[in-house]
């Protein structure tokens, strides 16, 4: 069974300071493996994705991952933080079936000034 | 490009009576979703399309019925809301998925309370 574990439920890092957002997964095939943000009172946006090509994937707004398939993680992160990236972050795991599409619990960032 | 609307934003209802949510998205996209998000759940799938006229049950389909009747909009009904029921609701698009998944662009969410 597919499942996909966030580590922390809760980050807390200073403005300038780099991030780590941590997520592992579990899945019996090769995934696609995406990272979401969702700001306060809003959807999701797509941050980045993998899917079988480079194991580092770079997103948008300086956000990078790297895809390891021996430790079945996809960890999220950032060099340097800025105030505008608090929001609550989701690690989803899909396929190969249509339905098969598992969220993280999220992990809430909170920039400090 | 509106991307992905949903409608309405905001609903209240009483334990019993029922709803439609309607979700609209004009980026020609076969597959769409309906999830609903609880605190500290994330999302789960409950119900969702691969393209016009079909349908099928996700994680938590219980209590819900949908629609494709057309390929730009999907509907989420509620028959007879429950307190249980009481969530924030969003849409989303893509291209593919399955094995192909894509990049899934969501609604703005609609929050509805069942009292």
């Known amino acids: 069974a597919q499942s996909v574990t966030q580590l922390d439920s809760h980050v807390s890092v200073s403005e300038g300071t780099p991030v780590l957002l941590r997520c592992n997964y579990s899945s019996s095939y090769s995934p696609s493996l995406f990272w979401y943000v969702q700001h306060p009172n809003k959807g999701l946006q797509l941050l980045l994705k993998y899917t079988s090509a480079a194991t580092l994937v770079k997103g948008i707004n300086g956000f990078e991952a790297e895809f390891k398939k021996s430790e079945t993680s996809f960890h999220l992160t950032k060099p340097s933080a800025h105030m505008s990236d608090a929001a609550e972050y989701f690690c989803v795991v899909s396929g190969p079936r249509d339905d098969k599409i598992i969220f993280g619990k999220g992990t809430r960032l909170h920039i400090l000034p | ?115």
């Open chain 2, 1 to 115: 490009n509106a991307g992905v609307t949903q409608t309405p934003k905001f609903r209240v209802l009483k334990t019993g009576q029922s709803m439609t949510l309607l979700c609209a998205q004009d980026m020609n996209h076969e597959y769409m979703y309906w999830y609903r998000q609880d605190p500290g759940m994330g999302l789960r799938l409950i119900h969702y399309s691969v393209g016009e006229g079909t349908t099928a049950k996700g994680e938590v389909p219980d209590g819900y019925n949908v629609s494709r009747l057309k390929k730009q909009n999907f509907l989420l009904g509620l028959e007879s809301a429950a307190p249980s029921q009481t969530s924030v609701y969003f849409c989303a698009s893509s291209y593919s998925g399955g094995p192909l998944a894509d990049t899934q662009y969501f609604g703005p969410g609609t929050r509805l309370t069942v009292l």
